[in-house]
């Protein structure tokens, strides 16, 4: 399996994943122009890509959907819930509402919170390596987590620093919505529920989806090391994506 952030952020979102027989999409939220280059400086033909699956509705999930679909015609992998939010004409689409599997590649969901119509995160299996995907969600549920234990990569939401979002220019309301149960994850609410899922198995561990405004890289490391540290842990190896830049190919 190979794996790469091609964005996160709260201006776009996009990661590719790879087996030996499947090559997909997590989300279109950036520029078809954007995602072609860094699909191809990863060695990838974007005409390749045979499936999107899609976390939620929000824009910054899907603003390039639209035309990568027109150049491209993947199919688009939602709940209907989803597909009725969107209010998008698809020609391939399939709604995920449970565990499928798609040649070698087995999808597991996981139902988010969040303020959208309906919203998932994955964990995919291929050949005996797994990667957890989540981003956008208040919470996880104790009920996930037997699912979310113990997979080879996790790239997981570290959104913001409480103190930055708390101090910071954001009206009250969006404090508050940030922060609540349809919200963002923290990146001390990342780094334990990092805590719980990792194990020495885990090879690789991306923080996602930092705010631009509300969070930094050095803010969501610290958070990190320091949760590891107090759970007496040895951290995975740790690497924080970038709205505007690819991250390494992660390759299990």
Do not use: W
Request: net charge negative; with cysteine.
């Amino acid at each position: 399996m190979r794996i790469c952030v091609l964005a996160s952020g709260s201006k776009g979102n996009c990661t590719y994943v790879e087996t030996e027989k499947t090559r997909s999409l997590i989300d279109v939220g950036m520029s078809t122009a954007y995602i072609e280059n860094a699909l191809k400086d990863i060695g990838v033909d974007p005409s390749s890509i045979e499936r999107i699956f899609l976390t939620h509705t929000h824009s910054d999930h899907i603003n390039g959907l639209r035309v990568f679909l027109k150049k491209y015609a993947p199919t688009v992998y939602l709940t209907e819930k989803m597909d009725d939010e969107l209010q998008m004409i698809i020609d391939n689409v399939c709604y995920i509402d449970g565990d499928m599997e798609i040649e070698d590649l087995v999808i597991k969901l996981v139902k988010t919170s969040h303020d959208a119509a309906d919203s998932n995160g994955y964990v995919f299996t291929a050949n005996g390596k797994s990667l957890m995907y989540m981003t956008d969600t208040g919470y996880i549920n104790i009920r996930n987590y037997n699912k979310l234990k113990n997979h080879d990569v996790y790239i997981l939401e570290s959104n913001h620093d409480i103190e930055m979002l708390m101090n910071g220019k954001y009206p009250y309301h969006l404090k508050q919505r940030i922060l609540g149960d349809k919200g963002h994850l923290s990146n001390k609410d990342c780094a334990y529920y990092l805590t719980q899922f990792t194990s020495e198995k885990t090879k690789q561990v991306v923080l996602a989806h930092l705010s631009e405004h509300n969070n930094n890289p050095d803010k969501a490391l610290e958070a990190f090391y320091n949760t590891y540290e107090k759970c007496n842990k040895k951290p995975p190896k740790v690497i924080v994506a970038k709205q505007k830049d690819r991250t390494e190919v992660i390759t299990i």
